[in-house]
């Protein structure tokens, strides 16, 4: 039968045999057995492997997907972050289809995985309704976790725990299998009973179904596949030096040598400038000045790397200062800018660093351990300006709708506080140790000091809201809820109060919610009821300082140099049509009696900003196009330099005024 054909043929037997449960499929063409699964959105997805033994184990996984579907992944530890995943997708340059291995080290484009060697099998392939993804995988039923531990899958579960995401838009370049593509516009978890798809001569079937290192075509020869590497950077094993400094230049420069152009085109405010000063990283993250004027980056997957700043303000040299992969974001050091602190999902690690020869020690020391590797993982950390002993860490969400965080002793949606000065000789544990500054903040990762110390946030709330009215649940998640500028205090005494997540939201388009009259800022609740409704929320819940656009999903705030301006990057919305945010906004502050604070109410939030860095066809941007501002370092002349993640390439600009 041609692979064509058992597409179709297993199409319709997937469709009438398998149902919602796991149930044992056999595949009469290489009469390889799966313990297979079938969704309501027509997926397929079966796993065949040897009879039970200890991994690790060869595996087989074969994906049938509707045509209409660009991409199917399948994650074979049943979250996204620091798992293998299998992509496929149909590459009709070749007439077949291709796998793609990748591992996300965060809630970003799953990077290329070269742990796991894969093999094609006999059925790979896709005709006019149906496309298939038949594939061998060695190194896919065990693996090491964000912590450096083995996983491993149990070939002998009735239960082992799996999950899926698939997208309709396909990968922006079908022929290569480290493509960039866009977020899921759909996921699911589900167990399969494994037992159902052991095969006693699994290892003779698999040889005698083999079809080499490249799909079969579907009726033609294929063409080339791409192997899987690990996206070059320039910056990670190499220092790049410029030729003898010349005067120091405080302002932006008009571009930088032998830096290509950026991958988009952005605008800036009229007296700004904006000059890319690299590309090429692996999705930069969190970034801080050292007390000599070096840049230190963290590149998700990577590491940190560090690099010296020109006289002109580029780059001058780079090389990778710490090779980790695990940590994703958080980054800070102390004031004296002789210990280096950053964070993975679950730990925050420490480093001796000396910013005259650009090293660190060679061990990390363990500060705090213990945070929830589920859902948001960046780890965002500060040390307050008047209190040096004091570690701020940010610890998000473990779901869209973490119900258990609103218990302020599950340590998420919060910011806590630890005393470096007496730190464990295991570490704190981060849901036990430390105190509260905050909770129900659902992800705040943008942290920042205002000029009398006192703390404030910027805050990603939730996406796909539905608003029970008359009893009907009406979708209301294009518009609403806000994201949100917080005002959390002074960070020496311990803040319990609660600020509404997961049950207390800010509105931000109020003629979208059609059963009340609400204004810019107002809280509300999903499902008003007797108990607690949307009254409740403003005796309870401490609302925020200023609303934001739904789906902005500030990353970063920085003041300037006089405290009478927050600097705020959007990363921008991925679940909204048409997109909105993806650019740097700048919010007026003003100090009166109480403090400082936004200039406008929270009422008249919509007037409360400039934009001074956009992308100008913000309709047209993803996770895969535009710019996608994360974070700011301020440097000594008030310049901004600012990374971006996005799929397309992960680049950083110096931003300022002119």
Request: proline share 6%.
């Amino acid at each position: 039968m041609r692979s064509s054909d058992l597409v179709l043929a297993f199409a319709a037997a997937a469709g009438t045999v398998l149902g919602q449960t796991t149930k044992r499929y056999c595949d009469s063409a290489t009469s390889i057995c799966y313990a297979g699964w079938t969704g309501t959105n027509g997926i397929t997805i079966g796993v065949a492997l040897p009879v039970a033994k200890a991994a690790p184990f060869d595996t087989v996984l074969q994906i049938v997907s509707p045509i209409k579907n660009g991409w199917v992944g399948f994650s074979w530890g049943g979250t996204m972050p620091y798992v293998p995943l299998t992509v496929g997708w149909v590459n009709k340059a070749a007439n077949t289809t291709i796998y793609s291995s990748r591992m996300a080290f965060g809630l970003s484009l799953p990077q290329p995985y070269a742990d796991a060697e894969y093999s094609y099998i006999k059925g790979t392939g896709y005709n006019t309704t149906h496309w298939t993804l038949t594939v061998r995988c060695r190194g896919c039923s065990q693996w090491h976790d964000v912590d450096g531990r083995l996983m491993s899958i149990d070939g002998g579960a009735t239960a082992q725990k799996f999950a899926y995401g698939l997208a309709t838009r396909p990968p922006a370049q079908p022929a290569n299998n480290a493509s960039t593509f866009n977020v899921h516009s759909s996921f699911g978890h589900y167990k399969i009973d494994l037992t159902l798809g052991q095969n006693t001569d699994f290892d003779k079937l698999v040889a005698a179904n083999l079809v080499g290192s490249a799909p079969p075509a579907s009726s033609s020869t294929p063409a080339p596949i791409s192997t899987i590497s690990v996206r070059p950077t320039t910056l990670s094993t190499s220092v790049v030096s410029t030729t003898t400094p010349g005067p120091i230049e405080t302002g932006v420069p008009v571009a930088c040598a032998d830096v290509s152009e950026l991958a988009f085109p952005v605008n800036t405010a009229k007296g700004w400038r904006a000059t890319k000063v690299a590309g090429g990283l692996a999705q930069p993250r969190g970034l801080i000045f050292d007390t000599a004027g070096n840049l230190l980056l963290v590149q998700n997957s990577l590491g940190i790397t560090v690099h010296k700043i020109a006289s002109n303000g580029c780059l001058a040299s780079s090389k990778t200062l710490i090779a980790q992969r695990n940590l994703n974001h958080g980054i800070v050091l102390s004031h004296d800018g002789k210990t280096l602190y950053a964070s993975s999902a679950t730990s925050v690690y420490a480093w001796a660093y000396d910013p005259a020869t650009m090293t660190v020690s060679a061990n990390s020391t363990t500060i705090l351990r213990g945070m929830d590797s589920r859902g948001h993982v960046t780890r965002s950390l500060s040390i307050p300006p008047a209190h040096p002993n004091l570690l701020l860490v940010s610890h998000g969400s473990n779901d869209n709708f973490d119900y258990g965080s609103a218990d302020i002793k599950t340590a998420r949606s919060c910011i806590k506080v630890f005393d470096t000065d007496t730190i464990p000789a295991n570490g704190y544990n981060y849901v036990t140790d430390g105190y509260q500054m905050g909770y129900g903040l659902r992800n705040e990762v943008g942290l920042a000091f205002d000029g009398d110390g006192m703390l404030w946030g910027v805050e990603n709330s939730s996406d796909e809201l539905h608003r029970t009215i008359d009893g009907v649940s009406v979708d209301i998640h294009i518009d609403n809820p806000a994201d949100e500028v917080n005002f959390l205090g002074d960070p020496s005494k311990e803040n319990t109060d609660w600020y509404g997540y997961p049950t207390c939201y800010t509105v931000a388009r109020p003629d979208t919610i059609t059963d009340k009259k609400f204004a810019v800022g107002d809280q509300f609740v999903l499902e008003p009821n007797s108990t607690f409704n949307d009254d409740t929320c403003k005796t309870r819940s401490r609302a925020a300082r200023l609303a934001l656009p739904a789906h902005y999903a500030p990353l970063d705030a920085s003041f300037d140099a006089n405290f009478t301006a927050m600097y705020i990057t959007s990363h921008g919305s991925w679940n909204r049509s048409p997109p909105v945010g993806y650019k740097i906004i700048e919010v007026p502050f003003s100090r009166t009696e109480k403090g400082f604070g936004p200039t406008v109410s929270i009422a008249n939030s919509l007037a409360g900003w400039t934009d001074i860095f956009w992308n100008p066809d913000v309709e047209r941007c993803s996770t895969t196009v535009c710019f996608r501002p994360v974070a700011i370092a301020r440097d000594a002349y008030g310049r901004m330099y600012v990374t971006s993640d996005s799929g397309a390439g992960g680049e950083m600009v110096v931003l300022g005024r002119v």
